[in-house]
């Protein structure tokens, strides 16, 4: 099987806002999908409860959090498996969960919910490692390249050869390419007893050729090293989560992102990895909400649950790094 990605859509409004057109999802994934809907609906629904129950205790001083329908559990969702990037780098991804250390940019809180779906219980102790651009649509340790070239042409001037993709389509470890040692926005922090972990960094920019995404890998059977980076794990869920295209509009307007004008942003609809990511049925869109209650560009909540399929490998290795619209 296939790894398996719940997400939770909280907010009809905002899915009926994404633009462009949506690839139909094809039967048989969406019968696979609609059974682990049903499997493990009520699980993600009283996990989401609890996680936005927990939030609300935290928040005393937003007493105007609003209020959204939990009562949907329409989340359970079949993906193939989702490619690393290019810029996937664990020896920068640093046990902690404030990532954003010198990065200008509208705070953005990401809570992150793993249920196993084989159990449908929420999976505990599973390390999760995020990672994604700055405002520049630059990586911390690949600060070197440059955001606005794309990366087949950013390898060919780096190395003087053509990107080849391996027989499985994925693009290979490329991290020879990394230019310096900076790590921040990535970052990894194990799920509690609830199956939960949170991440308080800075909403991503973008750059060529991909809409505004965050990277993710949930390890299971971790060591650290003394470094507090991974030694060893074992990984079973690759995944790339992206945002309402209004709230990524928004939020690109204020500075510092507004100063990224050389390359256009790419909307959702148009991304290769979101396109064919939903192809499968797979709801890859962050919930959100603004952290006062009003207003996204003071800062972002977002939520998000992955149903993880504790008993294969998805290392994110297999798949194309910016697969083709067909
Ligand atoms: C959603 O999950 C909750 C909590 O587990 C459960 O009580 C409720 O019946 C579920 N709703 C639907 C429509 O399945
Ligand atoms: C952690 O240690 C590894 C192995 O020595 C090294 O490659 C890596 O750069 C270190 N990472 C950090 C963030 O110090
Ligand atoms: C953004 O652009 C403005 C106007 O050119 C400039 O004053 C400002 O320093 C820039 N900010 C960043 C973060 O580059």
Not at 30 to 59: P, T
Request: aromatic residues 8%; hydrophobic residues 35%; negative net charge.
């Amino acid at each position: 099987m296939k790894f398996v990605l719940l997400a939770a859509l909280l907010l009809g409004a905002l899915t009926a806002a994404h633009p462009g057109p949506h690839p139909e999802p094809d039967p048989v994934h969406l019968a696979r999908r609609s059974a682990l809907v049903k499997k493990c609906s009520d699980s993600v629904g009283l996990m989401k409860r609890k996680r936005h129950a927990m939030r609300r205790q935290a928040d005393t001083d937003h007493a105007e959090v609003p209020t959204y329908d939990f009562l949907k559990n329409d989340t359970c969702l079949l993906t193939p498996e989702t490619s690393t990037g290019p810029y996937v780098y664990p020896r920068s991804e640093v046990l902690r969960q404030n990532l954003v250390q010198d990065q200008p940019g509208v705070p953005f809180e990401l809570d992150i919910g793993l249920i196993d779906i084989h159990t449908c219980e929420p999976l505990t102790n599973a390390l999760v490692a995020i990672w994604h651009c700055n405002w520049q649509g630059k990586y911390s340790s690949f600060t070197g390249l440059d955001p606005d070239i794309s990366f087949p042409k950013q390898y060919q001037q780096a190395t003087g050869k053509k990107l080849e993709l391996t027989a499985s389509g994925g693009q290979g470890d490329v991290s020879f390419l990394a230019t310096d040692t900076t790590t921040w926005l990535r970052g990894m922090w194990p799920t509690d007893h609830h199956g939960v972990t949170r991440f308080n960094t800075v909403f991503p920019g973008f750059y060529t050729d991909r809409a505004i995404h965050v990277h993710m890998q949930v390890h299971t059977d971790w060591t650290l090293a003394s470094n507090d980076t991974i030694a060893a794990s074992r990984t079973v869920n690759t995944a790339q989560v992206f945002f309402p295209e209004q709230i990524s509009a928004q939020i690109m307007s204020v500075p510092p992102y507004s100063n990224h004008t050389q390359v256009p942003r790419k909307a959702l609809s148009l991304d290769g990895v979101y396109v064919t990511e939903s192809g499968t049925g797979a709801m890859t869109i962050v919930d959100t909400e603004p952290v006062d209650g009003k207003d996204y560009r003071n800062g972002v909540l977002g939520y998000i649950t992955l149903g993880v399929d504790t008993s294969a490998i998805h290392d994110g290795s297999t798949e194309s790094p910016n697969p083709k619209i067909s």
